[in-house]
């Protein structure tokens, strides 16, 4: 690869992330475990400074679900999917300072809208933080 290609990544990737951040922080508000919602903040930011060697849900993925699928036959850039990895990120730390600092209503309503983003992407494949990537910073 050279240094000027674009870093792609298996187009199933990012859906499942996005599974499992939706189902994270839908059972943290249904539950009521705040602790879940930093868990999630935690798993976000290190996949975002790390990278798909250091992301917990993509080694999963790798190791777990891609194996006992056929391969992936559509890819698309990294940086969309990873920037909207930031702004989850950004969203649930927020949430996770909100409530533990006793504005509950705050932190679960920042969650809930990770919650409903990640499902809208997961299932629709409407990737929010990727559109912003790409209007804003895409080229």
Same mark, same amino acid.
């Given at each position: 690869?050279?240094?000027?290609?674009?870093?792609?990544v *298996?187009?199933? =990737?990012?859906?499942?992330?996005?599974?499992?951040?939706?189902?994270?922080?839908?059972?943290?508000?249904?539950? *009521?475990?705040?602790?879940?919602?930093? =868990? #999630?903040?935690?798993? @976000?930011?290190?996949?975002? @400074?790390?990278?798909?060697?250091?992301?917990?849900?993509?080694?999963?993925?790798?190791? @777990?679900?891609?194996?006992?699928?056929?391969?992936?036959?559509?890819?698309?850039p990294?940086?969309?999917?990873?920037?909207?990895?930031?702004?989850?990120?950004?969203?649930?730390?927020?949430?996770?300072?909100?409530?533990?600092?006793?504005?509950?209503? @705050?932190?679960? %309503?920042? %969650?809930?809208?990770? #919650?409903?983003?990640?499902?809208?992407?997961?299932?629709?494949?409407?990737?929010?933080?990727?559109?912003?990537?790409?209007? #804003?910073?895409?080229?």
């Open positions: 690869m050279s240094a000027t290609a674009t870093p792609m *298996d187009v199933n =990737v990012p859906r499942f992330n996005q599974a499992l951040v939706a189902l994270l922080t839908a059972a943290a508000f249904v539950l *009521d475990l705040r602790v879940l919602v930093v =868990v #999630t903040f935690v798993i @976000l930011a290190v996949s975002w @400074l790390g990278g798909p060697t250091l992301a917990p849900f993509t080694r999963i993925y790798v190791g @777990l679900v891609r194996p006992r699928i056929q391969g992936p036959t559509e890819f698309e990294a940086a969309p999917p990873r920037f909207s990895q930031l702004l989850g990120a950004l969203f649930l730390g927020a949430a996770s300072v909100a409530l533990y600092a006793g504005a509950i209503a @705050l932190g679960w %309503t920042l %969650t809930l809208v990770v #919650t409903a983003l990640a499902s809208l992407a997961a299932a629709a494949r409407i990737c929010v933080g990727c559109i912003v990537y790409e209007r #804003t910073l895409g080229r």
